[in-house]
């Protein structure tokens, strides 16, 4: 099979969506590799890395397109790209669709088949393929949060952990799967006064079990919600419904009750967002002001540390990618249920029953 990486467009992207070392496994498997020249320079993965295990290097997307199988990328396609699919395409990369529905259509007019990393579901129903990047993504949340809480950058003046006399900052984190989790064990470790809420006690429980003295649970209800938003210094949404847009659980009136220069940061905006007044920004211009309340809201968090995140998201992509690359995607999904829950469309056709829901689109069986 021939595996085709374009460079990412999005704005601020800087991952690539294999590294050399993922090249090397797939050319010894038999597999062609093309790569778009300059894909993974922001990575620091150069063309004589790629070449160097076996892959070829192409000028533009138009010729990774033409000749790619399996097209792998890290975020959403692009209306250009999505111009360049074939019907007998595959297209592996976060999708996103619930936020991003003219994805969708351009998905279901190209009749290529469209896996979204974000809904590859284990049986526990765990997200492999999402776990690394919400791994990241938290822990970067608080890093950026308490960045925006100095001074300088329009915050409160809050130092995260405090110091001998003087309280920390209040964070608080809504949504205990790995993002909020993450964040969770980074803001405890610098000290902060943590408080997680969720609606899974199980959750919960091993956030207590596992977590320093200085986290807190709560379980998660509009009022309990309500008082710790009101009083925190740092926010850190991380609401997760895979496939559907994210449910909103912070209020623009909750908003108003924040104190001046206090931070929000919305993890789940890739998905729509769980909290009112955020949008998606960029890594060029992260944060906007709602009721002096500062909102960070950049859909690709993990693109800020593009060398990390790339090697931490192809270790967990390679072996998919190695299965519909050795088998094909028809016998690679009937043998692995975890594949075939990522599969969102094929042949003009949704093919998720979340995906379907999400964009109101009639739902047909991957079988």
């Given at each position: 099979m021939i595996i085709g990486v374009?460079?990412?467009?999005?704005?601020?992207?800087?991952?690539?969506?294999?590294?050399?070392?993922?090249?090397?496994?797939?050319?010894?498997?038999?597999?062609?590799?093309?790569?778009?020249?300059?894909?993974?320079?922001?990575?620091?993965?150069?063309?004589?890395?790629?070449?160097?295990?076996?892959?070829?290097i192409v000028d533009s997307p138009v010729d990774v397109y033409e000749?790619?199988?399996?097209?792998?990328?890290?975020?959403?396609?692009?209306?250009?790209?999505?111009?360049?699919?074939?019907?007998?395409?595959?297209?592996?990369?976060?999708?996103?669709?619930?936020?991003?529905?003219?994805?969708?259509?351009?998905?279901?007019?190209?009749?290529?088949?469209?896996?979204?990393?974000?809904?590859?579901?284990?049986?526990?129903?765990?997200?492999?393929?999402l776990t690394p990047m919400s791994d990241v993504a938290g822990r970067i949340a608080v890093q950026a949060g308490a960045h925006c809480l100095e001074y300088e950058q329009g915050g409160r003046g809050v130092l995260l952990g405090?110091?001998?006399?003087?309280?920390?900052?209040?964070?608080?984190?809504?949504?205990?799967?790995?993002?909020?989790?993450?964040?969770?064990?980074?803001?405890?470790?610098?000290?902060?006064?943590?408080?997680?809420?969720?609606?899974n006690l199980h959750r919960l429980q091993a956030i207590e079990n596992h977590l320093p003295g200085n986290v807190n649970t709560l379980t998660a209800?509009?009022?309990?919600?309500?008082?710790?938003?009101?009083?925190?210094?740092?926010?850190?949404?991380?609401?997760?419904?895979?496939?559907?847009?994210?449910?909103?659980?912070?209020?623009?009136?909750?908003?108003?009750?924040?104190?001046?220069?206090?931070?929000?940061?919305?993890?789940?905006?890739?998905?729509?967002?769980?909290?009112?007044?955020s949008h998606e920004t960029s890594h060029a211009e992260p944060i906007f002001s709602v009721d002096g309340v500062l909102h960070y809201g950049v859909a690709n968090i993990p693109a800020a540390v593009p060398l990390t995140a790339t090697l931490a998201l192809t270790n967990a992509t390679l072996p998919y990618i190695m299965q519909i690359a050795d088998h094909g995607l028809l016998e690679a999904a009937q043998a692995d249920p975890a594949l075939a829950a990522g599969v969102q469309f094929s042949r003009h056709e949704v093919t998720n029953a979340d995906v379907a829901e999400a964009i109101d689109h009639e739902f047909v069986p991957l079988a």
């Amino acid at each position: 099979m021939i595996i085709g990486v374009p460079k990412e467009t999005k704005i601020g992207e800087s991952r690539v969506a294999l590294s050399p070392a993922a090249t090397f496994e797939l050319v010894k498997h038999g597999h062609s590799v093309v790569i778009e020249s300059s894909a993974g320079d922001n990575s620091h993965f150069y063309d004589d890395d790629f070449a160097a295990q076996g892959a070829t290097i192409v000028d533009s997307p138009v010729d990774v397109y033409e000749q790619a199988d399996l097209v792998c990328k890290v975020k959403e396609p692009t209306d250009k790209e999505l111009s360049l699919l074939r019907s007998n395409q595959i297209l592996f990369t976060f999708l996103h669709v619930a936020a991003y529905p003219d994805i969708a259509e351009g998905l279901l007019r190209s009749g290529a088949t469209g896996i979204g990393y974000e809904t590859v579901t284990l049986a526990d129903g765990t997200l492999p393929l999402l776990t690394p990047m919400s791994d990241v993504a938290g822990r970067i949340a608080v890093q950026a949060g308490a960045h925006c809480l100095e001074y300088e950058q329009g915050g409160r003046g809050v130092l995260l952990g405090g110091v001998t006399g003087v309280l920390p900052a209040r964070v608080v984190v809504i949504g205990a799967g790995v993002g909020g989790t993450s964040a969770a064990r980074v803001a405890a470790g610098m000290g902060g006064d943590v408080t997680v809420l969720d609606l899974n006690l199980h959750r919960l429980q091993a956030i207590e079990n596992h977590l320093p003295g200085n986290v807190n649970t709560l379980t998660a209800n509009a009022y309990t919600i309500a008082e710790v938003v009101r009083n925190a210094d740092l926010v850190i949404g991380a609401v997760l419904r895979p496939g559907r847009k994210a449910p909103v659980v912070v209020t623009h009136e909750m908003i108003k009750t924040m104190l001046p220069g206090s931070v929000v940061m919305d993890l789940s905006i890739d998905q729509g967002g769980c909290i009112e007044t955020s949008h998606e920004t960029s890594h060029a211009e992260p944060i906007f002001s709602v009721d002096g309340v500062l909102h960070y809201g950049v859909a690709n968090i993990p693109a800020a540390v593009p060398l990390t995140a790339t090697l931490a998201l192809t270790n967990a992509t390679l072996p998919y990618i190695m299965q519909i690359a050795d088998h094909g995607l028809l016998e690679a999904a009937q043998a692995d249920p975890a594949l075939a829950a990522g599969v969102q469309f094929s042949r003009h056709e949704v093919t998720n029953a979340d995906v379907a829901e999400a964009i109101d689109h009639e739902f047909v069986p991957l079988a």
